[in-house]
């Protein structure tokens, strides 16, 4: 089945540590996506990519990092510089551009089932 | 900017339709309205989006105001596996860096028996 993947499912970093979070898709899709959601709030923007070895900062993303090597992989990188890292963690991916060039950006986003990251 | 406005809670009794407004009074014309759903700890499900023709599909219909500064999602009947929190979302495509999905806090809808 195609689909997105992230692990693990629960996750636990002592202070001071660099924990990476996985997320993996089978859907050939170009762009992808992390969001941190906190309790009772909705999902903020942490980085994007809209294309292999290219990605761009969202509206928190100081205190984490990114890298986007191949099409199916972009892991998240939570730093020790990131003070408040609890929190769920959803990673998506949505269609780009066709061969032909076509513009897909009206395509919906599709979301993994996260990673709840913890401070031990 | 969540650049969308939706009522925190809503009850819907089963089997009746719920109809879950949104106001996004700043969109613009290029700009499509989705519409998702998260059960507790689960990422977020996929129901619909649309520009400014109403849309339909096996999961929901989509209303979209003729001035487009507010939409409906409607279940048309409501089961208990439908109590989840919906989030209305527009998206925005920026010149060099490509397109943004805001969500805001969602609507938490209570199918009750």
């Known amino acids: 089945d195609g689909g997105i993947t992230q692990s693990p499912k629960y996750l636990f970093r002592k202070e001071g540590q660099n924990v990476t979070l996985s997320c993996e898709q089978n859907?050939?899709?170009?762009?992808m996506y992390w969001y941190r959601q906190d309790p009772g709030q909705g999902l903020r923007l942490i980085y994007y990519?809209?294309?292999?070895?290219?990605?761009q900062k969202g509206d928190i993303a100081e205190g984490y990092s990114v890298s986007r090597e191949k099409k199916e992989s972009f892991p998240l990188t939570v730093t020790s510089a990131q003070k408040n890292p609890t929190a769920f963690y959803l990673c998506?991916?949505?269609?780009?551009?066709?061969?032909?060039?076509?513009?897909?950006?009206?395509?919906?986003?599709?979301f993994g089932d996260g990673t709840r990251l913890s401070i031990l | 900017d969540a650049k969308t406005t939706q009522p925190p809670s809503m009850d819907c009794a089963e089997g009746r339709a719920a109809n879950l407004p949104c106001n996004h009074s700043t969109i613009s014309g290029n700009e499509y309205v989705y519409w998702y759903r998260q059960i507790h700890s689960q990422g977020p499900q996929y129901i619909i989006h649309g520009l400014k023709n109403n849309e339909t599909n096996e999961m929901a219909s989509l209303i979209i105001t003729e001035d487009r500064k507010s939409s409906t999602l409607i279940l048309p009947h409501a089961t208990l596996r439908d109590t989840a929190v919906y989030y209305c979302?527009?998206?925005?495509?920026?010149?060099?860096?490509?397109?943004?999905?805001?969500f805001g806090t969602g609507t938490s809808l209570t199918v009750i028996p």
């Open positions: 979302i527009v998206r925005v495509t920026l010149l060099n860096t490509g397109n943004q999905f805001y």
């Open positions: 998506a991916s949505r269609v780009g551009k066709n061969p032909l060039g076509t513009d897909n950006s009206n395509q919906p986003q599709h």
């Open positions: 990519s809209q294309i292999v070895n290219d990605f």
């Open positions: 859907l050939n899709h170009d762009a």
